[in-house]
């Protein structure tokens, strides 16, 4: 279809869609913070909500993942964008019809028993439709909006030109490479092919993970802007907070287990934990969905991460240091590593302890969010830090994972699960299991 391409017409479009609504609150915000004028944020952050929550695209997904990094917008507008979770408005009957016939062809129907014309979820690229095929298994299609490689590359260079301004009041965190990065896993979503082969992968991880379903392509009713697989039941987490407290554990477990095997065994992550990219069975297994923001990782990368755990138990800084220059860092003078390292106590804390514990003991349902102001602050006192691409998302992981175990209240040992997965790790291992399974799936290993 030719209104999918990324064209100067469809752009032009977009900027001036996003522009009032993103740029005028960007610029305001700065503005108050040159000239020392007062914001009410709150509004503003609440009327940003709003306008986003009902805007199709990457900008809604920026915000999502944008709402789990710690203190990088202020804390009212981080409230607000994480309440953009699954629900955007879907789009109506006639662009399902004009999709369908430009991927499947004039006579899609007859590809189906039935196919249900209300959206069954609606998110920030794409939306999902019931169906059932011919055989009679129950489906799920993931159709694509119109024109979003267009609307990706406007909102990305929104984006920048937002990121341009914060760094002109804010110097504590510099966003470069977290642009560089959503700008990579976005394009990335556009192609549902690309996605399908992230379901084969970890369909292919999680196969001995019976907590864990993965649904599975149906390759002849996808393209590269649909996508069709079985259809998962299940219901949403909130539905589980007031469950008893056995219950809400097991959930946390395989949680836990769906997002870190794939890491630890594989160097793999699906890097959005929202809401809306998951749901509980009444076994309390659950069923992962949306697999287009999956970030694979170095070896050497996965081996830091498991470095840094053991040089925060033992106290080791030089073990630290070597940790967050294999991630990237670079340039690190002592006051940096001191500050990076109360964000690297606080996450691995639990994991630290051999009992049963809380994910965090004070704080409330706010994961992470005094440490993370706190830290920001010494940041800025600095001179700031540059986070390197691959910290995004795994931060983006474990933030957004320790907030839904904060609100499962969930009281396990985070120790002994940790420990299942790296007491045996090795690099040389992991890389060959790795390049095994990416080759299997035809997935690019790291960058």
Not at 200 to 227: A, D, M, N, W
Not at 410 to 417: F, K, L, P, T
Request: hydrophobic fraction near 45%; aromatic fraction near 10%.
């Amino acid at each position: 279809m030719a209104n999918d391409k990324n064209t100067l017409t469809g752009r032009v479009k977009r900027y001036a869609r996003v522009g009032a609504v993103a740029g005028g609150f960007a610029a305001r915000a700065a503005g108050n913070k040159m000239l020392g004028t007062t914001a009410d944020t709150a509004k503003d952050a609440a009327a940003l909500q709003s306008a986003l929550g009902g805007l199709k695209g990457p900008l809604m997904k920026v915000a999502q993942i944008l709402s789990t990094l710690p203190d990088l917008l202020p804390e009212d507008y981080m409230v607000e964008l994480g309440k953009l979770q699954a629900q955007a408005p879907a789009m109506g009957w006639s662009f399902v019809k004009r999709r369908m016939v430009g991927e499947l062809g004039p006579d899609w129907q007859s590809k189906f028993q039935s196919f249900e014309r209300q959206a069954a979820a609606a998110a920030s690229l794409g939306q999902v439709h019931k169906a059932v095929a011919l055989d009679g298994q129950p489906l799920a299609c993931k159709i694509q909006y119109p024109d979003m490689s267009s609307a990706v590359e406007a909102d990305l260079k929104q984006l920048k030109l937002a990121f341009s301004l914060y760094k002109r009041y804010d110097n504590a965190i510099d966003p470069s490479n977290i642009h560089t990065e959503l700008s990579e896993r976005l394009r990335e979503e556009l192609d549902y092919k690309r996605e399908a082969r992230n379901l084969g992968l970890y369909g292919f991880i999680h196969k001995k993970e019976h907590q864990v379903h993965v649904p599975v392509e149906r390759p002849e009713l996808s393209t590269e802007r649909l996508l069709t697989m079985n259809w998962l039941d299940g219901t949403p987490l909130m539905n589980w907070l007031q469950a008893d407290v056995e219950q809400r554990n097991e959930i946390a477990v395989n949680m836990f287990r769906a997002w870190y095997v794939p890491l630890y065994y594989y160097g793999v992550l699906h890097g959005d934990p929202h809401l809306g990219n998951y749901t509980v069975r009444q076994d309390r297994s659950l069923n992962l969905m949306d697999f287009g923001c999956i970030r694979v990782f170095r070896p050497d990368f996965v081996r830091a991460v498991i470095d840094l755990y053991h040089a925060i138990r033992e106290g080791d800084e030089d073990l630290a240091v070597h940790a967050y220059e294999t991630w990237g860092f670079e340039g690190l003078q002592k006051p940096v590593i001191k500050i990076l390292n109360q964000w690297a106590e606080f996450l691995y804390a639990p994991l630290l302890q051999d009992r049963i514990m809380p994910i965090q003991e004070t704080g409330g349902v706010n994961y992470g969010a005094g440490v993370a102001s706190k830290i920001h602050r010494e940041l800025r006192e600095i001179g700031g830090v540059m986070p390197p691409r691959e910290f995004v998302l795994m931060d983006r992981a474990a933030i957004g994972l320790g907030s839904v175990f904060t609100h499962l209240r969930a009281e396990i040992n985070w120790h002994r699960m940790f420990h299942l997965m790296i007491d045996d790790f090795d690099v040389t291992v992991l890389a060959a299991r790795q390049w095994a399974a990416l080759k299997k799936f035809d997935i690019p290993p790291a960058g």
